[in-house]
């Protein structure tokens, strides 16, 4: 699946789990949302006030479509968003 910010957040946490870690470190309540299978990635930045290119961003390098970027968290970031 390549990610991208159309892609349904319940389709992406399903067919790439470690995306999820992307989404708990944005604070994001995605997981096991009853709209997530609705909502775009667009969708929740918007909800959420995050940046939608940081984010899927992030969300490539998690699901191994990106390159590495620094982490404190262990989950793969973009500099960007390791400032949140």
Known sequence: MCLQTDSLVD????TCPTTILVFLHYRMKCVGCPISPF????????????????????????????APANSI????????????
């Open 11 to 14: 389709d992406v946490m399903r």
């Open 39 to 66: 909502h775009t990635i667009n969708d929740a930045c918007r909800e959420h006030n995050a940046d939608p290119a940081c984010f899927l961003s992030d969300l490539r390098v998690a699901a191994g479509q990106g």
């Open 73 to 84: 968290t262990g989950v793969p970031v973009s500099e960007d968003s390791a400032n949140r």
